[in-house]
């Protein structure tokens, strides 16, 4: 894996538990409606940085670059030159479809990590959703996209679905030796996890293979999200606009964070295998882990601190084998 790549995943996964531990600890009151609000937030944000990067012009990305071609290293800064990928105006109809599936998984994943919350603990169902996602992933991607499976990447997957096992409770969990609660999280973390497999190979491959803009590709996924969610919340949900200037900051904190974070994992996926990439987002698990046992008072911070070492080998051994 390059430095960049993995720069580009050490920044994402930062800011993945940033808004991951902010949500918890707002409540995520709103449902669907919080949803739509920071699908908005995300939208509006990315627009004029999608602007600004050429996303829109019709043609194929930076002179002599197009489909399959390697990622120019300006492609990281939107705003400095228009990235490599093919301009939305020029999509084929895979492209298209994949966008669509997008939307319905992504709004599908976000309600399932609200109801995760409200039901257990930030460091049981952010690391097993975390967890569980990347290895389903990753094998999706080595048979469906053809991505090679080498040593190192087998054996830094087995660290960090171990190191996930280690902060979800280990053994006991498995046992029933676990609480209720601890259960319940358990249960939604698996569901999430589930999810986040299913959008990470089908956005691996819209801005892999065929060879989306990242930058256009995630924008038309926010806009779509809250056209979609936009009549539902207004029809379905009793007194959404007072929910949402109740929680308007954690509106924006995730509305900003949660988009710049999956934006710099699809530059990252452009510039590794899906298979490499999905797990070593994991780093987040790290930072959930301690917020959880320290910020939130969840306890247990030994074994989750444990837990979080097995993932951190686990991405090194991902990282110098790809």
């Not at 830094?156 to 969990?173: D, E, K, N």
């Not at 999956?262 to 301690?290: G, I, K, N, Q, W």
Request: net charge positive; proline share 5%; aromatic share 10%.
């Amino acid at each position: 894996m390059s430095s960049t790549a993995l720069a580009l995943i050490v920044v994402a996964a930062l800011l993945h538990a940033g808004w991951n531990l902010w949500m918890k600890r707002s409540g995520t009151a709103g449902g669907f409606a919080f949803v739509w609000a920071t699908n908005l937030v995300g939208a509006l944000l990315f627009t004029p940085l999608a602007w600004l990067a050429g996303a829109f012009e019709s043609g194929i990305g930076a002179a002599g670059e197009g489909i399959g071609a390697a990622p120019s290293a300006v492609s990281v800064v939107p705003v400095a030159l228009p990235p490599t990928g093919v301009r939305f105006a020029d999509w084929p109809v895979s492209i298209w479809l994949a966008v669509l599936g997008s939307v319905l998984l992504h709004t599908a994943y976000f309600r399932v990590l609200q109801r995760g919350y409200g039901a257990g603990d930030l460091s049981i169902v952010y690391p097993v959703a975390r967890g569980t996602g990347p290895l389903l992933a990753s094998i999706a991607a080595i048979v469906w996209l053809g991505e090679p499976a080498g040593l190192h990447s087998i054996a830094g997957l087995a660290f960090v679905v171990s190191g996930t096992f280690t902060i979800a409770g280990g053994f006991g969990t498995l046992r029933g030796g676990a609480s209720t609660q601890t259960r319940r999280g358990l249960a939604w973390g698996l569901a999430t996890g589930v999810l986040i497999a299913a959008y990470t190979v089908n956005d691996g491959r819209a801005v892999s293979v065929l060879g989306a803009h990242p930058l256009a590709y995630y924008w038309w996924i926010c806009l779509l999200q809250a056209v979609v969610l936009a009549p539902w919340v207004m029809l379905t949900v009793p007194g959404w606009l007072q929910l949402l200037r109740a929680s308007w900051r954690v509106v924006l904190a995730v509305g900003v964070l949660s988009p710049l974070s999956y934006l710099l994992a699809l530059e990252a996926m452009r510039r590794a295998p899906v298979s490499v990439v999905a797990p070593a987002r994991e780093l987040s698990m790290l930072v959930a882990a301690l917020a959880g046992s320290t910020l939130l008072r969840e306890g247990q911070l030994g074994r989750r601190l444990a837990g979080s070492a097995l993932i951190a080998g686990g991405v090194a051994l991902l990282a110098s084998g790809a």
